[in-house]
């Protein structure tokens, strides 16, 4: 995905689960300057994650503001979350 061009609606199935600010700024018609300032305010318009001193922003949060579905490919019973499904891991009763 290059930071100059918008998100084709092909695209959308082979995003990330989580973007970084200049991606999802990006998506959202946000420039650089314009999105970080955001992320400082705490008026980004969809729900961010800090980790450590790195933003990352939920593509399913982006996906959703913007009206489009949110692709899944987990199984039944997901929330869409991007979460992986604990099944058959070591120590599951």
Do not use: K, Q
């Not at 100059?4 to 991606?23: A, F, I, K, M, W």
């Not at 922003?57 to 979350?81: M, Q, Y």
Request: aromatic share 4%.
């Amino acid at each position: 995905m290059r930071s100059d061009t918008p998100v084709r609606l092909d695209e959308v199935g082979s995003l990330p689960v989580v973007l970084n600010p200049v991606e999802a700024g990006r998506m959202l018609g946000l420039g650089r300057t314009t999105t970080y300032r955001l992320l400082r305010e705490g008026s980004f318009p969809v729900p961010v994650l800090r980790v450590g001193r790195s933003w990352r922003i939920p593509t399913a949060g982006v996906l959703a503001h913007l009206g489009l579905p949110v692709p899944s490919t987990a199984g039944e019973g997901c929330s869409r979350c991007g979460a992986r499904s604990n099944h058959g891991m070591e120590g599951e009763s």
